[in-house]
């Protein structure tokens, strides 16, 4: 099955500086990438996802890059505001095991965007 | 509004009584699916439906049983919990594979067994 690495665990940054987070996944048949920001007590919530035809889509201030020969993909946020402090996941589906939309999640990252 | 629909929100059990945790979608999606989510574990898959009557095993299935007699129903029974099932418990659904495979998630449900 699928297996997703997600780095880092925390990640403090100043607000109006750049934060990243990176994933790597491990089975090359996985062709979609969503990330979701769950808030303290709230639900994941989708936010961005890329297909493995493209190499990076934006929305805003948040962007996705992916390196399909590489097998990882990232999450950048631009000009953090402290509404960005959140849990962050990334996700990957896999081949076509668990009925083709199981998604394997990362450990996720707990963003912290200090004043 | 579309939704998926979880309740409890919060219960504490004792070891050994069954318990069911509820779930609906009104977006008519095939798929649908249980989550566990623990500190430093992320979110691993309990069970999934690919439709009604079809059901399968995810990656943490020991403890639980599901169901899916209605396309729009996918609860999570506990037919013993343990102490170890405390966790915060995420439904999830989707529509099918190769159109859409962004999740739409319940409100969550905090359980604590005693």
């Known amino acids: 099955g699928e297996n997703v690495e997600q780095h880092p665990s925390t990640l403090s940054v100043q607000e109006g500086d750049s934060a990243v987070i990176k994933c790597t996944y491990s089975d090359s048949a996985s062709n979609y990438f969503p990330w979701y920001k769950q808030e303290l007590g709230k639900r994941p919530q989708l936010i961005i996802d890329?297909?493995?035809?493209?190499g990076e889509k934006k929305d805003q201030r948040i962007a996705v890059t992916l390196n399909k020969t590489a097998k990882h993909f990232s999450l950048h946020i631009t000009e953090t505001q402290p509404e960005d402090s959140a849990v962050y996941f990334c996700?990957?589906?896999?081949?076509?095991?668990?009925?083709?939309?199981?998604?394997?999640f990362g450990t996720g990252t707990q963003l912290k965007v200090e004043l | 509004e579309a939704q998926v629909t979880q309740n409890p929100r919060y219960l504490i059990t004792v070891t050994g009584k069954k318990l069911t945790v509820t779930c609906s979608q009104n977006?008519?999606?095939?798929?649908m699916s249980w989550y566990r989510q623990d500190p430093g574990l992320g979110l691993r898959q309990i069970y999934y439906s690919m439709n009604v009557e079809v059901t399968d095993k995810g990656d943490v299935p020991e403890g639980y049983k599901v169901s899916r007699k209605e396309k729009r129903n996918f609860p999570l029974i506990l037919e013993s919990p343990s102490p170890n099932q405390t966790s915060l418990y995420f439904c999830?659904?989707?529509?099918?594979?190769?159109?859409?495979?962004?999740?739409?998630f319940g409100s969550g449900t905090r359980l604590t067994v005693v």
């Open positions: 996700a990957a589906p896999g081949g076509f095991t668990g009925g083709g939309n199981k998604l394997t």
């Open positions: 890329i297909r493995s035809n493209v």
């Open positions: 977006m008519n999606h095939e798929y």
């Open positions: 999830a659904s989707s529509p099918p594979g190769g159109r859409n495979y962004g999740y739409t």
